[in-house]
């Protein structure tokens, strides 16, 4: 098996900030950031950590059905830094960081990964399938790419309002294969949609290594097709991370149009809990990305600034340990959603057939039929 | 002979056709190294190399696209997409190309690809992990759709399409797809496109299912049994072309039917079922047909359970129609 080495990867030219020992590279443009914001961003980072540990965990014990981790590719999420709260997030089921920036919290996130009677989208998706219209983060969808153009469109809406808010999407660089990718990207030029694209390339799709995505030395440079900046940046450096999407923001807002941003990061862990990736991968090869590992590169940087202590890091693990364990035993106890919500939201009212067939479902509940709730 | 579930039966097929047909080319996600995220695929990429077990960027439509050019050329083409949820990117080449070229070029470009894909729900799979879109592709002129319920049949019929030059829909029930075991043989043999098996027979109320809603109506059988209704259990097997004859014969038999699947109601193949039973045998019939389905809602997570139909539902129907 081929190994993916990081030292070939960074033969192309990619923008960084902090080498591998959270060391200011020579020559570095160091976005602004103020102390308080530099804690939040490790705050986040520990945070997916601590939650992705914690809910691989309870997926191995049979608690969980499914669960999809992000070790190595936090400081990716955080792209969504210099966005507004009237900013849109168009993300894939990989950006846990950028929901919990916005203040999406761990009582929903379990309860959504329960689908339980509190989970804020009614137990109708597959874990880490989150929704919340009210921080402005759309629903997540399985059939990767497809909220590409939905997010150009969105952009396009923006525009077309005279606001100067932007649309940010997320996805991996294996969805950048998809029809969707190049639709939106080609959409967006077009329109000078005020959008960002932010792939994620982790290496792999699955099992698919990402030269068997695509023959281009880059995919930053499929940005030139669509007449775009095409921006490659080491996704694993959280400076570099903001420095780029501070910029691609400032041109959106400034009505110059879209951005793509490759984030080169990759994926420590199997795809999700049901992927095995000794049968594809050389098991060397995660190990050659230890050192790049974006939190300890970050926590080495504010070490140096002085801005770090054992101590604040323990407060934030054990704050984050301590709400699972409290909200986890909140939705393992909640109910699964009632029976008859089965019907809800499929129309904003119930047609004919489908209050034929709740009727018979409700028949069904009341007589007796061991598999089915109480509601 | 050698006990198989459905996974290894199809591997099985796919063996024994990449090693007879030079032609035959897989194609799709993760299907090389990997074998497949179900492992149909496993030990092929090794055994025939990378030219001839292709692992595809992430694009249904450039897969389907792919195949077709290929299949045009003369090859066999046999793409995997890898949870028929995902087909959707594809459908433009599967209903407007791959079913039409045949037709649209008055004979001159058969079109011999073998399309396998996995359906179904029951493994906790929510909207895109679970759906059966299989009356979308049987309402598409010019394609085949086959649909096996156990390790035997997905074997034989497998090979049986990948030896004609019609394109195929060959659906997989993935929740069955390793708790389906049983006597496979180890060599070549084909289960012929177009023949449901009456797995059991019965004398007053016929029971239709296919894929892993097999199971169910066996079980509602028994159940039906139980209470001194004798059913008769058919498989159809083959969804399009359907065999009327054999359900035919035993509505006209029965005189009461009760057609299942786990596909929304709303225009689902159930549809097309009893329409053609009322047409043939409306004389016959006792009762109106029934039919046990999937609601007409998006395929649910956690509420999954009282989605599928379930041998008490299919009971229940049985009592409608010899109670009406
Ligand atoms: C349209 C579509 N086809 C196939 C799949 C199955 N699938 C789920 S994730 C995935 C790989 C995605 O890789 P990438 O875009 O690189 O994202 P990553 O998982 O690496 O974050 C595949 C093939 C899917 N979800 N949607
Ligand atoms: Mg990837």
């Known amino acids: 098996m081929n190994i993916k080495n990081p030292a070939t990867v960074d033969s192309l030219e990619l923008r960084r900030v902090l080498d591998d020992d959270g060391k200011v590279v020579a020559g570095a443009k160091v976005p602004e950031v103020s102390e308080k914001d530099l804690l939040r961003l490790f705050e986040t980072m520990l945070m997916v950590r601590v939650v992705d540990e914690r809910m691989m965990r309870i997926q191995r014990q049979g608690k969980l059905g499914f669960y999809m981790k992000s070790l190595g590719e936090e400081a990716t999420h955080l792209s969504v830094f210099p966005l507004r709260d009237d900013d849109w997030i168009f993300p894939s089921y990989r950006e846990q960081g950028a929901w919990f920036w916005r203040g999406y919290g761990i009582e929903n996130f379990l309860n959504q990964l329960f689908g339980n009677r509190k989970d804020p989208t009614k137990g109708r998706q597959m874990p880490v399938h989150h929704s919340a219209n009210w921080l402005n983060v759309v629903s997540i969808s399985s059939p990767v790419g497809t909220q590409i153009p939905q997010a150009v469109g969105t952009a396009a809406a923006m525009k077309a309002s005279g606001t100067d808010s932007v649309a940010m999407t997320f996805f991996g660089e294996g969805t950048s294969s998809t029809g969707e990718f190049h639709v939106g990207m080609n959409f967006a030029g077009v329109m000078k949609a005020p959008v960002i694209f932010v792939i994620r390339n982790n290496g792999w799709a699955i099992s698919t290594s990402s030269e068997r995505q695509s023959a281009a030395k880059s995919f930053a440079c499929k940005a030139v097709g669509y007449g775009m900046p095409g921006i490659r940046v080491d996704g694993n450096d959280i400076l570099a991370v903001i420095q780029a999407s501070n910029e691609a923001v400032e041109r959106a807002r400034a009505g110059l149009g879209p951005t793509l941003i490759e984030c080169v990061t990759y994926r420590i862990e199997g795809h999700s809990s049901s992927d095995d990736p000794s049968v594809y991968r050389n098991p060397a090869e995660p190990s050659l990305w230890e050192p790049k590992d974006p939190l300890n590169r970050m926590r080495a940087y504010l070490k140096n600034e002085s801005i770090w202590s054992e101590g604040l890091e323990k407060e934030i693990s054990d704050k984050y340990n301590d709400e699972i364990t409290k909200y986890l035993a909140i939705a393992e106890a909640e109910p699964p959603p009632a029976v008859e919500t089965l019907f809800d939201d499929v129309f904003q009212e119930l047609p004919w057939h489908l209050k034929e067939q709740k009727e018979y479902l409700m028949q069904q509940a009341r007589t007796k039929n061991p598999h089915l709730h109480n509601s | ?324």
């Open chain 2, 1 to 324: 002979m050698p006990t198989m579930n459905i996974i290894q039966a199809v591997n099985s097929a796919l063996r024994i056709q990449m090693t007879n047909e030079p032609k035959a080319i897989i194609l799709g996600e993760d299907v090389g190294k990997f074998g497949g995220v179900f492992r149909a695929t496993a030990g092929l990429f090794d055994e025939f190399g990378e030219d001839r077990v292709i692992d595809t960027p992430l694009a249904e439509a450039g897969i389907i696209g792919a195949a077709i050019g290929m299949a045009i050329y003369g090859m066999r083409p046999i793409p995997e997409i890898q949870f028929s949820d995902f087909i959707f990117p594809a459908f433009d080449q599967i209903v407007n190309e791959l079913a039409k070229f045949r037709y649209r070029s008055g004979g001159q470009y058969p079109c011999p690809v073998v399309i396998r894909t996995p359906v179904g729900g029951g493994i906790r799979g929510g909207h895109y992990h679970s759906q059966s879109p299989e009356a979308l592709f049987i309402h598409t002129p010019g394609l085949k759709v086959v649909l096996p319920s156990n390790p035997y049949d997905a074997k034989g019929l497998l090979l049986a399409c990948l030896k004609q030059d019609d394109p195929v829909l060959f659906m997989e029930p993935k929740k069955i797809y390793r708790a389906s075991r049983g006597e496979v043989p180890e060599g070549e043999y084909t289960v012929e496109i177009g023949k449901a098996k009456v797995v059991s027979e019965g004398e007053q109320v016929t029971l239709i299912a296919y894929g892993a809603m097999v199971d169910i109506i066996k079980d509602a059988a028994k159940k039906a049994a139980e209470i001194g209704i004798s059913c008769e259990v058919i498989d159809l097997r083959t969804l399009l072309p359907f065999d009327i004859e054999t359900i035919t014969e035993s509505v006209t038999k029965t005189g009461r039917a009760v057609v299942v699947h786990e596909a929304p109601k709303t225009c689902g193949f159930g549809a097309e079922l009893a329409s053609s039973l009322y047409e043939r045998c409306l004389a016959s019939l006792e009762a109106p047909i029934e039919r046990v389905c999937g609601f007409d809602t998006p395929f649910p997570y956690s509420l999954e359970h009282e989605y599928m139909p379930n041998a008490d539902r299919v009971l229940g129907a049985i009592r409608k129609t010899l109670e009406w």
